[in-house]
């Protein structure tokens, strides 16, 4: 059965065809809004994915050195170690930094230096005030702003001060010693070869000086 429509005044079919033709183009008007917000809609969750994906392989990479097989761990071990005794090798072992004063410069200094401070195995170096007083030949610092009162903790300072930063990677240990005390440098040397100094370490204890003068 077929339907045909009646004709409106005049005898045509304009009714009908104005409202089918009104129906497609909001038909047409609608399918464009949804593939734009589904193509929006896909943009954003891409992006959020993708950000996921992202911060995954970042986290996965971070984490890849603690998942070592354990022949790739000691292969890097061996690395490092091997890169640390070459870094050793090519280091003296022993820094002394003795503090003294001016008015100790030819006694005590001097009886340092030509005892046990000869036979460091290493350097020696005596550290002292910022003045322009002789000091007989011998390896000498003077600090710059710094005198020598007691008690002595910024001269103590800037000794370390400057050891470390003129010869912080040409030794493996550093040492501070008063010009009143005797070393056995050969035990000494025993002692430090015997120990890793690429670890961080403080030997021995701190001075806390005399108390009636603190």
């Known amino acids: 059965m077929f ?3 009646r004709p409106g005044p005049g005898g045509s079919h304009n009714g009908m065809i104005n409202g089918f033709h009104a129906k497609s183009f909001h038909k047409r008007v609608w399918n464009r809004w949804s593939l734009l917000v589904k193509f929006f809609f896909g943009l954003i969750v891409g992006i959020i994915l993708a950000s996921q994906l992202q911060s995954l392989l970042i986290s996965s990479s ?6 070592l097989s354990p022949v790739h761990r000691k292969l890097k ?9 070459v870094e050793t090798r090519n280091r003296q072992l022993l820094l002394v930094g003795v503090m003294t004063a001016d008015k100790y410069i030819g006694t005590r200094a001097k009886a340092v230096y030509e005892t046990w401070g000869s036979r460091v195995p290493g350097k020696l170096l005596f550290f002292t005030s910022d003045s322009q007083n002789t ?3 011998l ?7 710094v005198d020598d009162s007691y008690p002595p903790q ?3 300072f800037m000794m370390l001060k400057y050891m470390y930063e003129n010869y912080g990677d040409k030794f493996e240990w550093f040492m501070r010693a008063d010009d009143d005390v005797f070393i056995k440098t050969e035990r000494l040397e025993i002692f430090l070869k015997n120990i890793n100094s690429s670890q961080p ?4 204890q701190a001075g806390k000086g005399i108390a009636v003068r603190i």
């Not at 971070?62 to 998942?67: I, L, S, T, V």
């Open 77 to 85: 071990v061996n690395n490092i170690q091997e890169r640390t005794e």
């Open 139 to 145: 390896p000498v610092v003077r600090l710059k702003g």
């Open 201 to 204: 370490r403080f030997i021995g």
């Open 154 to 156: 910024k001269k103590s």
């Open 135 to 137: 000091t007989d030949d």
């Open 3 to 5: 339907y045909k429509p």
């Open 62 to 67: 971070a984490c890849a050195p603690y998942k």
